[in-house]
T-cell receptor, first 115, second 114 residues
Framework: AQTVTQSQPEMSVQEAETVTLSCTYD???????LFWYKQPPSRQMILVIR??????QNATENRFSVNFQKAAKSFSLKISDSQLGDAAMYFC????????????FGTGTKLQVIP | KAGVTQTPRYLIKTRGQQVTLSCSPI?????VSWYQQTPGQGLQFLFE???????NKGNFPGRFSGRQFSNSRSEMNVSTLELGDSALYLC?????????????FGPGTRLTVT
C-alpha cells in the first residue's frame, strides 16, 4: 500500500524568509503524481503544486517550488519570500496514474509565519 | 463559476443516529470525491463517483455510503453514528475523468457525534 509521510507536524518561518516542508512516500509504482495542497485556517483546501513522476524537471508555481527526488522517494516543498497568507496546513499527496486510483494524503504540516 | 458547496456546514448528532451530507460540485464537473479529515488520521479517502458510478472506495465500514445524482450532486450517508465519526467531511470535484489531475475542495461539513 502507498504511504505518504510528513515528519514535521509544525514549522515556523519569518516573513520574507524561505522554508522547506518535507514529504516522503512509499510506492512500487513507476508512474504517479505528487501534490502539495494548502488548507488555510477555516478555509478551503487548494492545490498548490503538482509533479508528475515521469518529469525530471521540478515543478514551480511562483514562490512555490518542489524538490522531487524519485529514487529517494522524496518530495519537498519550498516556499520563498514567505508571506502571512502562507500560514496554513500543508498536505502532501500521492496518486498512482492509470485506472481510478485513490489519492493518499500525508498527515500535514502546520506552517506558522512570523511577522 | 460557483465553487464546490457542501451542506450543512455544521452538524451535531447523537450516537446511533444517521446523517446525510450533501455536495454540489462546480458546474460541469462530473467527478466527486469524499474525504474524512480528523486531527489524528489526516485526510482519508472515502469514495469517488463519476457520472453516477462509484469508481473507488476507501477502507471504511459499510456504515459509510454514498451516491451521485444525474446532475453530479453527491450525497454521503453515515448510519449508526459512532463517536469516532466526528470529523470534517470534505468533498472535492473535478472536471476531468482523472480527478487527481485537479481537485477543487468544498469548505467541508463539520460533524460532531455526541
Amino acid at each position: 500500500a502507498q504511504t505518504v509521510t510528513q515528519s514535521q507536524p509544525e514549522m515556523s518561518v519569518q516573513e520574507a524568509e524561505t522554508v522547506t516542508l518535507s514529504c516522503t512516500y512509499d510506492t512500487s509504482e513507476s508512474d504517479y503524481y505528487l501534490f502539495w495542497y494548502k488548507q488555510p485556517p477555516s478555509r478551503q483546501m487548494i492545490l498548490v503544486i503538482r509533479q508528475e513522476a515521469y518529469k525530471q524537471q521540478n515543478a514551480t508555481e511562483n514562490r512555490f517550488s518542489v524538490n522531487f527526488q524519485k529514487a529517494a522517494k522524496s518530495f519537498s516543498l519550498k516556499i520563498s519570500d514567505s508571506q502571512l497568507g502562507d500560514a496554513a496546513m500543508y498536505f502532501c499527496a500521492y496518486v498512482a496514474s492509470g485506472g481510478y486510483q485513490k489519492v493518499t494524503f500525508g498527515t500535514g504540516t502546520k506552517l506558522q509565519v512570523i511577522p | 463559476k460557483a465553487g464546490v458547496t457542501q451542506t450543512p456546514r455544521y452538524l451535531i448528532k447523537t450516537r446511533g443516529q444517521q446523517v446525510t451530507l450533501s455536495c454540489s460540485p462546480i458546474s460541469g464537473h462530473r467527478s466527486v470525491s469524499w474525504y474524512q479529515q480528523t486531527p489524528g488520521q489526516g485526510l482519508q479517502f472515502l469514495f469517488e463517483y463519476f457520472s453516477e458510478t462509484q469508481r473507488n472506495k476507501g477502507n471504511f465500514p459499510g456504515r459509510f455510503s454514498g451516491r451521485q445524482f444525474s446532475n453530479s450532486r453527491s450525497e454521503m450517508n453515515v448510519s449508526t453514528l459512532e463517536l469516532g465519526d466526528s470529523a470534517l467531511y470534505l468533498c472535492a470535484s473535478s472536471p476531468e475523468e482523472r480527478p487527481w489531475l485537479g481537485q477543487y475542495f468544498g469548505p467541508g461539513t463539520r460533524l460532531t457525534v455526541t
